[in-house]
């Protein structure tokens, strides 16, 4: 049993995830290293990579060139992932056959027949062209069986149309002016291979998570990628199938995987103090998920974690949550939690790297 601190676990991550030091590569290779960044917000994601070394608009150009592909992924959300990674988290996912279940069916009024029935009208409406949603709906209600379906499709949730990404039939397209387009991920993605089977795609899954947010255990990569909708036993097994790759690592008390290649590299990291400014929705804290307390004290949790799904920016220092910030005016909030000391010269340093990061130049203020 290999046993580290949390201080050498969130310096091993910041190293890993390219916070401390940035990468400055391609958008490409921040990406891959994330596990995708979430995009539900474009800016977020843009934020996400630039504080990482990659230039803002980095995201969207790559989606443009194929480098990355946007699509519902990791607990129903959209993120700007790499196609590979993309492939297997749609394999994952659709391995869950969440719309299968009772509940799905009754709050969404789509069976599992007519689930089937719509990847294959979408697979072939956008087999070589992108549609906006509005374009999209009309085809697909031009088609009998599906009139009941109509708001669900038009909602902005995308609930009906994430089985269909999940099974390879639709990713985000290029935008067209201010709207958003679907299409098919070969008309994106070149050389796209479709979706590989999920003992396949699992150890891709999970070798790319452990080496961003190890150690972690099979129920907290599951919580990451399904909110826990996967049997436990077939996760459990993905884990045991990797056997020597991987390594058991106990922290503080808690128990967890790593992969083997990055445990001298974990037992040698040297932690610091130093402040580092986050934006919203960063892959940093929605990797482990807001819950890990050892990242993010319970009683603060409420301040990231918000209402309506919002992920706040935030402030690490050692590489833990130490508080949050917002942009106003060209003005760093920053509101630190109860009984955090931020020293300016640190701080003042921080709010530099964001600014030259995100092309801004900031002053700083605490609340």
Known sequence: MVSVGWDQVFAWRLGRQFVAPRSGGAVEEIAGRLVGVQAQVASAAETAVAVRGASVGSVG????????????AMRGTLHAMVPEQAAAASALMGSARTWEKPSWVKTFGATPD????????????????????EELVAAVLAEPGFEHLGEQLRSGWGAVLKPLAWQGALCHGPMRGTKITFTAPGNVVPGWAGLPEPD?????????????????????????????SLRKTVVRGWFAALGEELTEVEVEGRKGWLLTEFVDELRSATPDDAIHLLGPFDQYVLGPGTGDTALLPSEHRVKVSRTAGWISPLVLVGGRIAGTWEQQDGQVVVTPFDGVRLPPRALNAAVERLGSAIGNTLTVRIE
């Open 61 to 72: 150009a790559a989606l443009s060139a194929g480098g990355l592909v946007k699509t519902w």
């Open 114 to 133: 007519q689930v089937a029935a719509l990847v294959e009208v979408v697979s072939g409406v956008l087999a070589e062209q992108a549609l906006t949603r």
């Open 200 to 228: 396949v795609a699992a150890p891709e899954l999970i070798r790319a998570y452990l080496g961003a947010y190890g150690p972690a255990t099979p129920e907290t990569f599951d919580a990451w990628l399904s909110r826990n």
